[in-house]
């Protein structure tokens, strides 16, 4: 099992990180997002605004019959939802997409240049339990894409790579690359925070 840990996480990525990505003080309600569009036109920078569908506290997250399965509790009500069916998901003013290649949810942590993103198993947990570690068996510990709607890949760049989906994507983004080779194969997540953090500031400093 790997641990995530985020005690610095805000700190370290405060830099650019907007409010309706950082709140974990809010109401624990989530809410359902079956597709992008819907979504991207009613948010604004206040976390607490409710946008999609409302399906009370977020439960749990397992497989059921080899699909992986978010559990919802709402006024005693419970609610099964599968990671397919969906885009993505809020939870206490949270974004969580769903990484199409496992049908996984990845916690939006930054959207700038790229969208960086991290493990949802660990990250649902720790906002769940109000925790700043937790562990994770499922996944990558991180993912990046061009855009909030583009393909997510994992933050996994390995010299020469040209078959993966993270090595497409570095083909098809040679701007990214100064990015591509800070994190490298490298599966260590404060290297790869470090590493979108001097990125995105590095262009913030280039359009001064």
């Not at 790997?2 to 700190?11: A, D, F, G, P, Q």
């Amino acid at each position: 099992m790997k641990v995530l840990i985020t005690h610095s996480v805000r700190y370290l990525l405060g830099l650019f990180v907007g409010a309706f990505l950082v709140s974990s003080s809010l109401q624990a309600q989530a809410f359902l997002h079956a597709e992008a569009d819907p979504y991207l036109k009613q948010r604004t920078f206040d976390p607490t605004l409710p946008i999609g569908e409302a399906v009370g506290e977020f439960v749990d997250l397992y497989p059921v019959m080899g699909q992986w399965t978010l559990f919802f509790e709402k006024e005693g009500a419970k609610r099964k939802v599968k990671c397919k069916d969906i885009w993505g998901f809020t939870y206490k003013g949270i974004l969580f997409r769903i990484d199409e290649e496992g049908n996984i949810p990845v916690r939006l942590m930054t959207e700038r240049e790229v969208c960086y993103y991290e493990n949802g198993f660990a990250h649902l947990r720790m906002l769940r339990d109000t925790s700043e570690l937790a562990g994770y068996e499922y996944g990558h510990s991180a993912y990046l894409s061009k855009d909030i709607k583009g393909a997510i890949v994992p933050a996994i760049f390995s010299k020469d790579d040209d078959r993966t989906a993270s090595g497409k994507f570095r083909l098809t983004y040679p701007g990214l690359e100064p990015l591509f080779m800070c994190i490298g194969a490298t599966d260590d997540m404060t290297t790869i925070r470090q590493c979108v953090v001097d990125f995105e500031a590095g262009l913030e400093g280039n359009n001064e």
